[in-house]
């Protein structure tokens, strides 16, 4: 086991994997937190079309009368 600390090439290869992991872990947390941004904001959206078109038809039934 000492051996391969000792060796270069045998601690190449697992800094490579141990940096790799860290980078994918890192990149898939930036996702996970856009996707949960885009998914508020999408609600938001929906929240908000809702109360618009809620707000137009009350106008438009008390300016019917």
């Keep these: ?12 290869l697992p800094a490579v994997v141990i940096l790799l992991m ?25 929240f908000y079309t809702g109360a618009a078109i809620e707000i137009i038809e009350k106008y438009d039934q008390q300016k019917s009368r």
């Excluded at 086991?1 to 190449?12: A, D, H, K």
């Excluded at 898939?28 to 959206?45: C, G, N, P, R």
């Design 22 to 46: 860290v980078v994918v872990v890192f990149l898939i947390s930036i996702t996970a937190a856009y996707h949960s941004k885009y998914q508020t904001f999408d609600a938001l959206e929906m």
């Design 1 to 12: 086991m000492l051996r391969i600390v000792q060796n270069e090439r045998g601690v190449f």
